[in-house]
């Protein structure tokens, strides 16, 4: 020991000394310039005074207190002005609501919604064809089509309106007002009569539980109508269903479920007394349940007439949270031959149980022929029961829990819809999938729907779980090579039933924005997808957690660093950080099997020197020049990562591809100065001194990496290292240029912008702070506000943006009212401290990237992303999606309705009349011809070359010229046509 | 769209700088070392093989010369044992440089005497005797396509040529200023040259054309001890001190200086077809070079001075097949590899010798023919026999999520179906042991804790069943490289089973080795950390902590 001790105290005093030095140099320079250091802590001090300031107000304040009033007047004169500027996009992407997609009749089409806009895809191609978009600030809740007209589509907004739209030709035909919150309705086919019926489900508006189910004749021009109240309960209703017009309603709560039929044949189904309610307790919550009249009725229609009070048979499907089916044969005969046999004995109807999953049901559904039932859950497996045999059929490790289940109108297949926000059309037959439409499957806050669970599975995973850790960063990346890719790390997906528990991220996501299309997904990490997902000791088994990604500037290579800690019940900080498992992996893109290839993966990058403990990596940063990864660790230590050949034997490896295999290694590796330097002691106060932040930012050029570190102690100093990325050597150590709670570091241009609790912006050229104030963000803890505080640097535009989480704070409850969050978003100029543009989004960011051409893109934690780009450049990309509508289907071989033909024969019309016009002015033609590159059109002189073979008795029989003009024209015309179908 | 079921990727441990390099294990299989002792302990002085002929005699005897004291012993390539012994010589006489002639009829070898003396191998009878050398004579050599050629070089400096049936030399080159102690023909495109290496430092090479004078002079900073052409006759080795010299004939400089031994290079061979030059010397290593890169790139070490080395090889394609050293102490070392073809034989015949003693050579001659009949074989004829009425055509069942190869990974199967226990229990099991390599343990572990499974699996294990894992944490807790793992279920088991301690003897005896498996590694660990303070201070402020 004493042997250390010698060297460690030199050390200690050429440190201390060289501190001071720095120290010196930073006062000297911070006196000549502007004596800017000190305002800084003033300001911080006087903004830990004014805690009390209500949220909305996190416009910042400069810190300079005499030029500030100033600048405070100014800048609020230019920014009504300039706030202008910059405009703000439609929401893209965003998540499916949870209700199950719905198949048109003709099985071409499925509608299902986000929050903002219903979506209509064709099953043919998997394409987003039409999109119906909502009021900006309403939310949709439920969708329904028509019973009497196919092109006519319901879309229900929560406040309470329903609208009707003419979804084929996207126009928005009518609607109706009620003044209490809807939750959901149903449109049924009226027994007699044309118009739909609506049953909604609303929420009772004077308390706060309980729920009513109404109905109406939704009649087009009668904006508020007139509606009966049929079932008021104090309980929740979650889900509901009508059969036969209304003659029968199904409505589950929690733990029991109501069924109400029409007592009298006579009457309509419209007034409350018609109906007589039946509840039936059951023992789990429920979770779904599906109704179906089976086929005995169509039968006993006739026999309707002479039997007045024939009652249908109904068989009823129940999903449990404990992973139990009830299927109740008959049920409501059953119910009334209770009834009638005096209420006497066991009241209660004896379902048949179908037990097979562990965890609560996500769906059930009937089949049409009612032989089968379809369930599914949280155990990624669709099982297919055949009642009469009690055989199951499995389509196990569907990657995601089952939501919802849907058979399209003619049996021939499923959409199932896939906690990762994706639905999937299976075949009936041989269980393949016919087509795939995913949204954006990052991590998602929504309120919570569906029954209580207690002691399952996810509820245990809810109570463990920190409720901001859904806001945390998302770890996101936009592909340089292809800027309409969003590459997202998501999870394994977030069943409706565990709806904010939280999943770490294994998987990668492409997401193009530009047709807000999903590409494609794939493994980063190791995943449970075909293994058990539950472990022995009862909780849901733990993915690696990908934290960090970072994409080269030539889009080749892709770095990412998952983090992994088996789940523990005793708490044991020791003991948790033998088990952190870091890896860094780099990817490479193949651009054969479409899709990332692992080249190297190094397992704990930073270890602690001198221990088996692996840190964290705190943030990864590429090089905007050179194919280079740079990391920094929980250990204080920057690293430079860099490709290099294989070589085996002083041979290079080649493994099949002939350039040779490529390798990532550290090139340099630079320890940090720490805030105290302890040499000989002990592990654990080693570890109190580790950094709890650290973020690093490459120049524009990528010749300089700036890297700074938090420490727990506030009292330690703050310190920026610029370190020169060619030798790995620190060239200069800046002290005092930012305050604690490091958030993000970013070069525009040549200031350096440090994110803490205050905003800095640093000329690296004159060594002069150009401005700084600090926000007024809510008392976040510091490993919260590092994750949740976002900052991007656009160094094309010369421009950078902030975006800061907004929590209110619930005032009874010490609890984060995580509804009310949302989050402001803020762009700025190195040289300018007043905002060039500032908004609010509904809700909290979860990412924030900057764009290539100029203007940044946020993705927030509803899962929507928001493009902001100054107004006067060209929008480079908005979803098509939701401005153009594709054509539907007019290529049909066989069209099936007029219109379409119709269409048809109009686009051949056209592309005759273009043949004339071309033909008969061969200039314009030939410009064509170069554009396109191939020869679509007939030029005059190809015609003379057919015709003018000689005198006119010497020329070849009438059908060979015949098809040398067909030829050309043929030709021609189909090409053109398929132009004219893409436009 | 159903995610397929794949089997666990094995965990791979990152590739250290101290790998072995397949040079290096082509080198290490030089295995089964024998050790002969010469009579009278007398060094070895000369190994030698004939070189292989451009026209291979079929009656040629497959052997070696080796020479030490007054004897020449020929030893078989094939069995490694002594064939003949040929003691001709005078009481105070010495022999050296024994050569076998290609044919291996004849073998002619000088001596202390100054006299060169040429044996028939079978009969050992003495065919012809010179005494025109007045000094020892060092070095005799065949030529390496007459027949009837040979050439001696002694320490009366001068160097001769000889016909086998004529009395006198017929040539005789004379320069050398020392004793010539080293020499042989060139092949290839100087097929015919002499060349020598003399005491007085200098390499010559003569050109019996050309008359009295060396056609080539290279001078060197120590006597020369061996000197060695390559294959293709413009390269040429000198052994002159502890440095070897590549010496380019067409540019007539030298190329390269190996340095790499200590003491005195007593010898040169070339072995794997002349792309390898081996080296011997007094420090007792020899070392491997590549003739490319003039790297060493694999070395043996030998417990006394070396005095000559050859690499025998045999077989069509000239493999090398033993490497023979000889020592100063008198010791011959021969170390022999067996090619692939020869290994695969040994195992079936070891193997089918085990099944005949354990009785189960009938069970052994089934799989024997059943694997000679290939894969696949049951798959193809199945169904050919069946003769009956029925079903038209049998279709397997569905195979979706059916692990490839479910034999092979039974653990992984048990895994996947949530046996956890069963999983680890077959991958230690003591008749599994082929598959058993520590990569299936170490992954089935991770797997376990991944899935938060470790102590399900560990637990509830009796006496027998605890025993396997118990050993092979204590076999591996010292590897570095999965100190995690290890420890991790070292911990967990004790965790478990501490509470039952003391009431079996064997388990008792297990843990107690473990803790002194654990106590050595902290010992080490300790040292490590001394040396590690030491170093730290020593590079002082230089480099950081």
């Not at chain 1, 330097?677 to 002990?682: G, P, Q, R, S, Y």
């Not at chain 1, 592309?911 to 020869?935: A, C, I, M, P, R």
């Not at chain 2, 070392?33 to 009579?39: D, E, I, M, T, V």
Request: charged share 25%.
């Amino acid at each position: 020991m004493s042997t250390e001790q010698i060297p460690s105290s030199k050390k200690r005093k050429r440190a201390t000394k060289e501190k001071q030095h720095i120290r010196e140099h930073a006062l000297k320079r911070a006196k000549s310039s502007h004596d800017q250091t000190q305002p800084v802590s003033d300001g911080q001090n006087a903004s830990a005074e004014k805690k009390a300031l209500p949220v909305e107000k996190i416009l910042p304040e400069p810190i300079f207190s005499e030029v500030g009033k100033q600048i405070l007047e100014k800048k609020e004169k230019h920014a009504k002005r300039k706030v202008k500027s910059w405009r703000i996009s439609e929401p893209i992407g965003g998540r499916f609501l949870n209700m199950k997609p719905i198949f048109t009749k003709d099985e071409k089409y499925i509608i299902v919604a986000t929050y903002h806009s219903i979506l209509i895809y064709s099953t043919a191609t998997s394409l987003l064809v039409r999109s119906l978009p909502c009021n900006e600030n309403d939310t949709i809740c439920s969708y329904a089509l028509s019973s009497t007209n196919e092109t006519n589509l319901y879309m229900g907004i929560s406040s309470g309106t329903i609208y009707l739209w003419d979804w084929v030709e996207r126009k928005r035909l009518t609607q109706w007002h009620h003044n209490t919150p809807l939750i959901s309705f149903i449109v049924s086919e009226p027994a007699a009569g044309e118009d739909d019926i609506i049953h909604t489900l609303e929420r009772n508006g004077k308390s706060k539980n309980g729920t009513l189910i109404k109905s109406y004749i939704p009649i087009k021009g009668e904006s508020i109508p007139n509606r009966v109240t049929l079932f008021k309960t104090s309980s929740n209703i979650h889900y509901f269903q009508v059969l036969l017009g209304g003659k029968i309603i199904f409505a589950t709560s929690d733990d029991h479920f109501v069924v109400g039929t029409i007592e009298k044949e006579s009457e309509s189904a419209t007034s409350k007394d018609s109906y007589r309610w039946r509840v039936v307790n059951a023992t789990d919550p429920i979770t779904c349940f599906d109704v179906r009249i089976s086929t005995q009725l169509a039968t006993s229609t006739h026999k309707k007439k002479k039997l007045k009070r024939s009652i249908p048979i109904v068989d009823l499907i129940t999903g449990g949270a404990k992973g139990e089916i009830l299927v109740y044969n008959n049920i409501i005969n059953s119910l009334t031959g209770i009834e009638q046999s005096g209420q006497q004995g066991n009241s209660n109807v004896m379902p048949r149980r179908l037990h097979w999953h562990r965890e609560a049901v996500g769906t059930v559904r009937w089949s049409l022929d009612g032989n089968y039932v379809i369930s599914g859950g949280m155990e990624t497996v669709l099982v297919l029961w055949q009642l009469d045999t009690n055989q199951k059929q499995m389509l196990p490790h569907l990657t995601a829990a089952i939501d919802g289940l849907t058979v399209s109108p003619s049996g021939s297949s499923y959409a199932v819809k896939l906690a990762d926000n994706s639905i999937m059309v299976l075949s009936t037959t041989e269980l393949m999938p016919k087509a795939h439409f995913s949204g954006i499957q990052s991590q998602f806050f929504s309120e919570k729907e569906g029954p209580e669970l207690r002691e399952t599975v996810n509820s245990q995973i809810q109570n463990q779980s920190d409720p901001l850790r859904i806001f945390w960063r998302l770890s996101s990346v936009l592909n340089p090579s292809n800027p309409n890719q969003l590459l997202i790390a998501v999870s394994p997906g977030q069943s409706r039933l565990e709806s904010n528990s939280i999943r770490t991220s294994p998987f990668l996501q492409t997401f193009d924005i530009s047709s807000s299309h999903h590409v494609s997904r794939q493994a980063l990490a190791r995943n449970n997808v075909t293994n058990f997902n539950i472990g022995p000791d009862h909780k849901r088994l733990v993915d690696p957690d990908v934290i960090l990604m970072r994409m080269s500037y030539d889009g080749q290579w892709l770095a990412t660093v998952e983090e992994w800690q088996p789940s523990r019940s005793q708490e044991d900080p020791e003991e948790d950080r033998l088990d952190l498992e870091v890896y860094l992996k780099f990817w490479l893109w193949n651009p054969e099997k479409d899709c990332w290839m692992l080249e190297t993966r190094i397992d704990s990058p930073h270890q602690l020197s001198g221990s088996s403990f692996c840190t964290r990596i705190l943030d990864l940063a590429t090089s905007p020049s050179d194919i280079k990864f740079s990391t920094i660790g929980g250990d204080g230590v920057v690293r430079i990562w860099r490709p290099k050949t294989r070589y085996r034997d002083g041979r290079v490896v080649r493994g099949g591809d002939p350039k040779g295999m490529i390798t990532w290694s550290c090139q340099y590796s630079i320890e940090l100065e720490k805030a105290v330097e302890i040499v000989d002691a002990d592990l654990e106060l080693r570890s109190a001194t580790l950094p709890i932040a650290g973020k690093l930012a490459f120049s524009g050029d990528g010749s300089v990496l700036a890297a700074s570190q938090d420490f727990a102690s506030s009292a330690t100093q703050t310190l920026v290292t610029f370190i020169d990325t060619s030798v790995g050597e620190v060239k200069f150590t800046r002290a005092g240029l930012h305050a604690s709670g490091l958030a993000a570091l970013t070069f525009v241009k040549q200031y350096l912008v440090i994110l803490s609790e205050a905003l800095s912006v640093w000329d690296t050229v004159n060594d002069s702070l150009t401005y700084g104030f600090t926000f007024q963000i809510p008392p976040l803890p510091p490993h919260e506000r590092e994750r949740m505080a976002h900052l991007a640097g656009n160094e094309a535009e010369g421009t950078f943006a902030v975006a800061l989480p907004v929590i209110p704070v619930d005032a009874e409850k010490p609890t984060w009212n995580l509804k009310q969050a949302f989050s402001k978003v803020m762009v700025f100029r190195p040289e300018n401290p007043e905002p060039l543009f500032s908004s609010r989004i509904s809700h909290v960011v979860t990412s924030l990237l900057p764009l290539p051409s100029k203007g940044y893109l946020t993705v927030d934690a509803a899962a929507e992303i928001r493009v902001l780009t100054p107004k006067t450049a060209v929008l480079p990309f908005v979803a098509q999606g939701l401005t153009m509508d594709l054509p539907l289907e007019s290529t049909d071989a066989e069209p099936s309705t007029v219109e379409e033909t119709e269409a048809v024969n109009g686009d051949e019309g056209m592309v005759e009349e273009e043949v004339e016009v071309e033909s008969d002015n061969g200039k314009q033609v030939e410009l064509l011809t170069f554009e396109d590159d191939d020869k679509p059109v007939v030029r005059a002189q190809q015609l003379t070359e057919i015709f003018d073979v000689g005198p006119s008795f010497a020329l070849p029989p009438v059908r060979e010229l015949f098809k040398a003009v067909v030829g050309l024209y043929g030709r021609k015309s189909r090409k053109k046509a398929v132009g004219e179908v893409r436009a | 769209m159903a995610a397929e079921v794949t089997a666990l990727q094995p965990i791979k441990h990152p590739s250290t700088e101290f790998t072995v390099t397949p040079e290096q294990k082509y080198w290490r299989s030089f295995t089964s070392q024998l050790l002969l002792p010469s009579p009278h302990s007398s060094p070895i002085t000369s190994i030698a093989f004939p070189p292989p002929s451009s026209t291979p005699i079929s009656s040629a005897l497959e052997a070696f010369v080796v020479t030490s004291g007054t004897r020449l012993q020929l030893y078989s390539t094939r069995t490694r044992k002594l064939l003949k012994t040929i003691s001709r010589f005078g009481v105070s006489d010495t022999a050296h440089s024994g050569r076998i002639r290609r044919d291996g009829r004849v073998v002619v070898a000088g001596g202390d005497s100054g006299a060169i003396q040429a044996f028939d191998v079978n009969s050992r009878a003495i065919l012809r005797t010179w005494n025109e050398h007045k000094q020892p004579v060092w070095v005799t050599e065949w030529h390496p396509s007459e027949l009837t050629t040979l050439m001696s070089a002694s320490d009366d400096t001068t160097v001769r040529l000889w016909d086998l049936p004529s009395d006198d030399s017929t040539r005789k080159f004379v320069g050398h200023q020392d004793y010539v102690r080293s020499g042989c023909f060139m092949i290839g495109q100087a097929n015919g040259m002499v060349v020598t290496g003399s005491y007085d430092q200098t390499v010559r090479v003569w050109d019996p054309r050309i008359a009295d004078k060396a056609a080539m002079v290279f001078k060197h900073s120590a006597a020369v001890e061996s000197v060695l052409p390559m294959h293709e006759g413009t390269t040429l080795l000198a052994a002159a001190g502890n440095q070897v010299s590549v010496l380019d004939l067409v540019a007539a400089r030298p190329r390269e200086m190996l340095r790499n031994h200590q003491k005195t290079v007593t010898s040169l061979a070339l072995a794997s077809k002349g792309t390898r030059i081996l080296t011997g010397a007094l420090d007792g290593h020899v070392k491997v070079f590549d003739t490319k890169s003039w790297d060493v790139i694999a070395g043996f070490k030998y417990p006394s001075p070396i005095l000559s080395l050859s690499v025998v090889s045999s077989g069509g394609n000239q493999e090398d097949k033993h490497l023979v050293v000889g020592l100063q102490s008198g010791l011959l070392s021969v170390r022999s590899r067996q090619s692939g073809q020869q290994k695969t034989a040994a195992k079936k015949r070891q193997k089918e010798m085990q099944a005949l003693v354990e009785g189960k050579i009938e069970e052994y001659d089934r799989k024997q023919k059943k694997r000679a009949r290939g894969r696949g074989w049951e798959k193809a004829t199945r169904g050919k026999d069946y003769t009956g009425e029925g079903a038209d055509i049998v279709i397997d069942g569905n195979s979706r999520g059916k692990l490839v190869g479910s034999r092979r990974i039974k653990w992984q199967h048990a895994l996947f179906k949530g046996r956890y226990e069963d999983a680890l229990d077959i991958v230690l099991a003591p008749e599994n042991k082929n598959h058993a390599t520590n990569a299936n343990v170490l992954t089935l572990l991770t797997a376990l804790h991944h899935r938060s499974a470790l102590r399900v699996a560990l637990s509830n294990r009796d006496e027998q069943t605890l025993q396997p894992i118990l050993k092979w944490v204590t076999k591996h807790i010292g590897d570095p490289r999965i100190t995690k793992i290890t420890t991790r279920t070292a911990t967990e088991l004790l965790d478990i089973y501490s509470e039952h301690l003391g009431t079996s003897h064997e388990i008792d005896m297990l843990f107690k080795r473990l803790y002194d498996q654990v106590r050595n590694n902290a010992e080490i660990a300790q040292v490590c950390w001394n040396t590690r303070g030491m170093l730290q201070m020593l590079c002082g402020g230089n480099t950081g902590t």
